[in-house]
């Protein structure tokens, strides 16, 4: 379920576009008619008919993307983010929707706690947002949250996101009960014996830097015990932001034997290694790492093949203070909101590694889908769930383009192609940049 604010439909007119819609089979150029916020007409010359014109000519008409992780950092720490501030970083980036991670403070492991989070998004939401609630109470691993009762009050899936879920007896009464509340289990995969103290991917680079390594068998160690949960249990689950060419691996057989399994990676993944970490730049620091350049290579294979069907940010924002420290203090994570799609289309599309249709579909159809969300469609009928890209644009990303409450972003300095020029998020223009 996803939660909004309650505004008025809008009536537009998307003029003289590229029409690409890599699921429908669609691309042409053709104007697009919305009218209350539903698309009534695709076609040429069409009427404005006392409708707000978007011009497109020369610009790219998508189904807008749709971001399965995101943290909103609400309740607890709203000095990083809010939902507004989020939702208005979310609709900047060309996302009609987002789903929120659960590892709050508190933790959203009760109806009480996930119900003000509704109430709150209804009013403060600039596109809407879904809520994961946690696995286990505290995500603290040790008991069950009441996900009925959780499922109940909108809960789109579970998760203990930033944690795993160690004890594998619990896991599998966590799928157990998940099949009955028909919610997905989303999970975190750590070992975090062979990870603990761990900064960045263990490899050459960090020897070099002298750093604690963070192994990639820590992950696909995990991934595999889950893996062979949910085939045990004949229910499905869904692997965070995955990192390493063994996790990729074991998500292909996996699947192939018949395991309902997806998997998402992040933009930093698909785009660095641990090379860039000899920058010791504490915005590269993240949960799981980057890791080698064999690792990204076999996320990228994952995503072209369908391995992995979803990109999902893992927008991840924290205070100045707390990332202007040393590489070793700071915490992990980093945002991406804002910048997702010129990231993916410069590192990835520009060069030849990945189409933009895969691209955009792994953004938008493929993130819904997992979680049994209406997917973005350009079609006469759906919602007008639509996003405006400049693909000639380029841009260098400064503090002062984010919405998000925080900057902690791995491509500042940085000059990257393709821009989001607009965002139409639940029949409403939600960004015109």
């Not at 971001?67 to 709203?78: C, I, N, Q």
């Not at 992990?332 to 691209?359: D, I, K, R, W």
Request: glycine share 8%.
């Amino acid at each position: 379920m996803l939660f909004g604010k309650d505004a008025p439909k809008e009536n537009l007119l998307v003029r003289g576009t590229r029409v690409l819609d890599p699921v429908a089979d669609l691309d042409a150029t053709l104007d697009v008619r919305i009218d209350e916020g539903v698309i009534a007409a695709l076609g040429t010359d069409l009427d404005p008919n006392s409708h707000r014109v978007v011009e497109g000519e020369g610009l790219l008409l998508a189904p807008a993307f749709v971001d399965p992780h995101v943290h909103l950092r609400t309740p607890g720490r709203e000095d990083e983010e809010s939902i507004a501030s989020g939702t208005a970083a979310a609709a900047a980036g060309g996302y009609c929707a987002v789903l929120a991670m659960p590892n709050t403070d508190p933790v959203v492991d009760s109806a009480a706690t996930l119900g003000s989070l509704v109430e709150a998004a209804r009013i403060e939401a600039e596109v809407p947002v879904g809520f994961l609630a946690a696995i286990t109470k505290g995500q603290s691993g040790g008991e069950l949250t009441e996900m009925a009762e959780l499922a109940a009050a909108g809960a789109v899936g579970f998760s203990d996101d930033g944690r795993p879920v160690a004890a594998p007896g619990l896991m599998r009464r966590a799928l157990q009960y998940g099949a009955v509340t028909r919610r997905r289990l989303a999970l975190h995969c750590e070992e975090t014996t062979l990870s603990h103290g761990g900064q960045m991917h263990e490899g050459e680079v960090s020897a070099e830097l002298g750093f604690t390594g963070y192994p990639s068998v820590a992950e696909s160690l995990m991934v595999e015990r889950d893996l062979a949960l949910a085939a045990y249990e004949r229910q499905p689950v869904h692997l965070l932001h995955l990192s390493a060419w063994e996790s990729v691996q074991a998500v292909r057989r996996a699947r192939a034997e018949g395991v309902a399994a997806t998997a998402e990676v992040t933009p930093h993944h698909l785009c660095l290694t641990d090379e860039a970490l000899r920058s010791l730049d504490p915005n590269l620091k993240m949960n799981p790492p980057v890791r080698s350049a064999s690792d990204r290579t076999a996320l990228i294979e994952g995503l072209k093949d369908g391995t992995i069907t979803a990109i999902a940010t893992d927008h991840a924002p924290h205070a100045r203070y707390e990332k202007e420290v040393p590489f070793e203090a700071a915490p992990f994570g980093v945002t991406g909101l804002e910048t997702a799609f010129s990231a993916l289309y410069t590192h990835l599309v520009e060069p030849g590694l990945v189409p933009l249709e895969t691209l955009l579909e792994r953004m938008s159809a493929g993130p819904a889908r997992i979680y049994g969300l209406d997917e973005p469609r350009i079609a006469v009928g759906s919602a007008a769930n639509l996003v405006l890209l400049d693909l000639n644009a380029s841009h260098r990303i400064t503090e002062d383009l984010f919405r998000s409450r925080s900057v902690n972003s791995w491509l500042l300095g940085q000059t990257v192609k393709g821009r989001v020029r607009a965002t139409i998020a639940a029949g409403r223009l939600a960004f015109a940049g």
